[in-house]
């Protein structure tokens, strides 16, 4: 499929004339077609004042109006067959199936998030109906719900070309909950990024709805993004990359004469915690597991375990022997950018540079810089010096990770309390190791937003129960989720109905429950009607 290299502005091809730039294939250093045209300050305001324009009515729209829209969304997607497979794996170097499987999770949440809209609880509607015998006051009529937050603006991310970019589970989430959206695309994968746009630009066209809905617009973070944030329509950002990045979106955005949320998901170290029963019973299978979790996708995902925490000990030594055999075994990858690589080198450099590290073990492949190889490695550092240091928790954004040997299970303690918010938390633990088990269970309850026990944190799946979020650092708001249905709520907001007769109030707090929610009335879960 040919690419245009503009932005799509509510269904309008932008115009040349702004910086140009290219995607460039990190495995072979070749610069990819076309030219990409920088969206101009003006085409931002009309993108963003087409969502304020197309929210009024987009937010009218059903449940099964919405739900029609994501579905076709993801039939789109699908259609584009294995051109998207292959622009994906030019611009980003990962391979063909993982795209392949990446492209099924897209749609997976689509559909997902489209079932959630048609059924309609999610609105969370509740009802205490009118008491006016009440004594000494009557209570007034009051009905609750959650409604759309407004126009979403929605930053690609750059390890997750389609999961948590164009069509990924923020655009998902904002659409399911009745918001308009703006993507601004990921330098690094324009093409991919346009391909999915153009999905999803045919499927609004499609569902007839207003062309507003959606936009996708090209340009740098530090120009285009901003003035995104900063447009006066915004009223919401989902952000996936860099701590700095992040932030530097989050204080934009509180500075604004009217602030607005920014669902920021930035740096985690997910740290991994083997109890001395686990290291005895399984040392092999945790040796291979884990040089499998901090190497998959070379390194390169939120949740890579980048600490891992281990008593002294004989078994603990063996153990180490086994990783560092795993790890001489685990093959060199290309990263997603060139500017990428050379951030790792720079942190997991400053981390080894620190006194008390050293190695422990680096694969034996060497990584070739033409091809934006890294080259997988651990070190080792004692739980003294990383309570000394608080610099080593400091993220390497790819294959390297770091072991603390702690003298004591005080120790143990010590270091997760000295933590910083995390995405995930991982225990290795028996039975037997129950003792030392609970109060640091306790201890990363305050630290992480998901708690694993025996098993690795790389793997988010897409589902009712899940949460990927934490406190900050990890993201900007730990009460939401960027993965599971409830990500919908970081882009709704309750309003409460005071002693509105029936005719006005919208349909989930009907008396009659048209939409058949379940309902929360005079505090009891019901689909019946009010009486």
Known sequence: MSLHGKSLLAGVLGQTGGRIFHAVNPATNERLAPDFHEASAGEV????????????????????????????IAVEIEALGDALIERANAET????????????????????????ARDGSWTDARIDPALPDRQPLPRPDLRRMLIPLGPVVVFGSSNFPLAFSVAGGDVASALAAGCTVAVKAHSA????????????????????????????????????GMAMVRHPATAAVGFTGSHAAGRALFDAA????????????????????????????????LAQGLV???????????????????????????????????????????????????????????VTAIPGVRPLAAATAISDTARTQAQPSVSIATAA???????????????????????????FAACAASLEGQLTATLHATPLDLPMLRPLLAALEQKAGRVLLNGYPTGVEVCQAMNHGGPYPATTDARYTSVGTAAMMRFARPVCYQGLTDDLLPDPLKNANPLGLLRLVNGQPTRDPVR
């Open 93 to 116: 170097g990962l391979p063909p199936a993982r795209i392949t499987g990446e492209r099924a999770r897209t749609c997976g949440q689509l559909r997902l998030f489209a079932a959630v």
């Open 254 to 285: 509180a500075s604004r004469p009217h602030p607005i949320p920014v669902f920021a998901e930035m740096s985690s170290l997910n740290p991994v915690f083997l109890l001395p029963g686990a290291v005895r019973e399984r040392a092999d299978a």
């Open 385 to 411: 010096d990383f309570l000394a240091h608080p610099e080593l928790a400091t993220e390497a954004f790819g294959p390297f990770t770091l072991v603390v040997l702690a003298e004591t299970p005080g120790d």
């Open 45 to 72: 305001t009309q993108a963003l004042d087409a969502g304020a324009a197309a929210f009024s009515t987009y937010r009218a729209c059903s449940g099964a109006e919405r739900a029609k829209l994501l579905e076709t």
């Open 189 to 224: 994968h324009p093409g991919t990024a346009e391909l999915v746009g153009g999905a999803i630009v045919r499927a609004v066209a499609t569902c007839g709805l207003p062309a507003g809905v959606f936009s996708l617009i090209h340009g740098g973070g530090a120009t285009v």
């Open 292 to 350: 499998g979790s901090f190497t998959l996708g070379v390194g390169q995902f939120c949740t890579k375990p980048g600490l891992v925490f281990a008593l002294r000990n004989d078994e603990t030594h063996a153990f180490l022997e086994k990783l560092a055999a795993a790890v001489h075994g685990a093959p060199c990858g290309t990263m997603l950018t060139r500017g990428i690589r050379d951030a790792f080198v720079m942190s997991r450099d400053k």
